[in-house]
């Protein structure tokens, strides 16, 4: 059992969390830019478009793609983590052929997911910028990059960093619709299969992996938040 958890696990790693964590990366750099210039084009036709796209369940958006890119256009493949008859190496076609496979499941999370992060990034930005401390930097002369980073998005970024902890937690669990929609042999499709084959000891051992993921991400963003505020530190 502990075996099968540690052999899926790479697979979700690298999957479900690079993709988490490029979706977080794109989410508060659109949304720091949005907010900077808010009315601009990046700010009135990006967001919309994404957030409407979110509130589509992932797997309807991985299906779309599947058709697109691989049943109509057959661009990229349709299902699994690496071509069959393939062995597992670290040579350049073997790596190469699995980021093919990884392309369709990791673009559905993206899609999905980057849209929330981007309102929510936006509105922290948008109050932050009427800050007192955001209207001195601008009366003393400051550069607008250094005032975007430094002052307003460094601010604002922090509600984001234990929400995005607690969904980096639950990268170990995979998206099971994602991973059962593609076949990809992650935690979430370990998961499916211990529930329809009622493999209790999978499923608690899984659910153990689940929480203490959490707890360790939890506490990462709290040591982050630390860092970035030094407010929290005396308190």
């Given at each position: 059992m502990l075996?099968?958890?540690i052999s899926?696990?790479?697979w979700t790693l690298g999957l479900v969390g690079v993709t988490t964590v490029i979706a977080f990366a794109i989410g508060t750099l659109v949304g720091v830019v949005g907010a900077w210039r808010r009315g601009g084009i990046l700010d009135g036709i990006l967001p919309p478009m994404l957030f409407i796209v979110a509130s589509f369940p992932v797997f309807f958006v991985g299906l779309l793609l599947l058709y697109v890119f691989a049943v109509t256009l057959n661009w990229l493949p349709l299902s699994s983590n690496y071509s069959i008859g393939l062995e597992p190496s670290l040579s350049p076609s073997f790596i190469g052929d699995v980021l093919v496979h990884a392309v369709l499941p990791g673009l559905s999370l993206v899609v999905v997911t980057a849209g929330l992060w981007i309102y929510s990034?936006?509105?922290n930005m948008i109050t932050t910028l009427a800050e007192d401390y955001v209207k001195m930097g601008r009366a003393k002369g400051l550069r607008s990059w250094r005032i975007m980073i430094d002052y307003a998005a460094r601010n604002a970024i922090l509600p984001n960093l234990t929400g995005f902890a607690m969904q980096l937690g639950y990268v170990l669990g995979g998206s099971i619709?994602?991973?059962?929609t593609f076949s990809y042999?992650?935690?979430g499709y370990l998961f499916y299969?211990?529930?329809t084959d009622h493999d209790l000891p999978l499923m608690q051992a899984l659910f153990l992996v689940y929480?203490?993921?959490v707890l360790v991400c939890v506490l990462l963003a709290d040591l982050a938040t630390a860092g970035l505020d030094p407010r929290t530190r005396d308190a």
């Open positions: 075996t099968e958890i899926k696990l790479p990034m936006r509105n619709l994602v991973e059962y042999p992650g935690l299969t211990s529930t929480t203490l993921a």
